[in-house]
């Protein structure tokens, strides 16, 4: 069974710091491009970031410039480390895992909150 596992969410005042990480099962991790989406009250889902396998990044372009993504092999970790938090930053945020070696898959954590507000 697939398990992305995130922590990291909170509350956080604007212009703040909050790390997220996101631990999966070996094979899924060193098979996919992982990746971080948002999902805020009444809107649709967004892509955060994204990291292939490779570490070539996509940024969206509300968080360029501020937050930055990584994943460490060796954990099977992925992070998402997020500065100067404002209260739009706000949502639920998902760690996905878009399998592309090896064969097929699309799986999602649970989410972690993330509030930004003073």
């Known amino acids: 069974q697939v398990q992305l596992v995130e922590s990291g969410g909170g509350l956080v005042q604007p212009g703040g710091s909050l790390r997220l990480s996101c631990v999966a099962s070996k094979s899924i991790f060193s098979a996919s491009t992982m990746g971080w989406y948002r999902q805020a009250p009444g809107k649709q889902r967004e892509l955060v970031a994204n990291?292939?396998?490779?570490?070539?990044?996509n940024y969206g372009d509300s968080v360029k410039g501020r937050f930055t993504i990584s994943r460490e092999y060796a954990k099977n970790t992925l992070l998402l480390q997020m500065n100067s938090l404002k209260p739009d930053d706000t949502a639920v945020y998902f760690c996905?895992?878009?399998?592309?070696?090896?064969?097929?898959?699309?799986?999602w954590g649970q989410g972690t909150q993330v509030t930004v507000s003073s």
């Open positions: 996905n895992a878009r399998v592309v070696s090896g064969g097929t898959g699309d799986y």
């Open positions: 990291i292939n396998r490779g570490g070539i990044r």
